[in-house]
């Protein structure tokens, strides 16, 4: 696993934190947060599914620095993660994102909500952080108590 703060230089990252956390971000509801743990929600916005970009070029240069900066030969998947408040923290749930790969969790605001993985590693979400490892690692996430909302970007990708 690595962990590198301060990912993206201050202008950057600024400048994609405005956008997706302004009140043009298109987030749709979802009535889940992953396959096995379906009792909560979430709402998220797809970049790159399986099928490819699946936005426009506009919604794309969102996250193109961050693509320019991580490391992969293919892409798998890009989505934004959106959890709401709640009155306790609630973890979503151990999952994997893929079968094979890399998984990298880019962190949009500061939060005391986390990303837990199943050997007990905690990682704060603290703003404009990036954690990348592999993608059979068993990991969920969390909501927060703190802020009105937890928001990352998560990127699933071959590796060079």
């Known amino acids: 696993m690595n962990i590198y703060k301060n990912f993206l230089d201050k202008k950057t990252f ?3 934190k405005e956008k997706i956390m302004s009140d043009q971000m298109p987030w749709y509801f979802n009535d889940g947060v992953n396959k096995l743990h379906d009792k909560n929600f979430q709402f ?9 970009i699946n936005c426009s070029q506009e919604m794309m240069s969102i996250i193109n620095p961050i693509l320019e900066k991580i490391k992969y030969n293919k892409l798998r998947a890009v989505k934004a993660n959106l959890l ?8 979503q749930g151990f ?5 094979k790969g890399t998984t990298s969790i880019f962190y949009i605001n500061n939060c005391n909500g986390y990303t837990k993985f199943k050997d007990g590693t905690k990682i704060k979400s603290e703003e404009n952080k990036l954690v990348e490892f592999n993608s ?3 990991h969920t996430g969390s ?3 703190d ?3 937890k928001v990352i970007i998560n990127f699933n990708y071959e590796s060079n």
């Open 147 to 149: 802020k009105k909302r």
């Open 44 to 52: 998220t916005f797809t970049f790159v599914d399986e099928k490819g």
């Open 14 to 16: 600024t400048n994609i």
């Open 84 to 91: 709401t408040k709640t009155k306790d923290i609630i973890e």
């Open 136 to 138: 059979k690692l068993k």
């Open 143 to 145: 909501s927060c108590t």
């Open 95 to 99: 999952h994997i994102d893929q079968s």
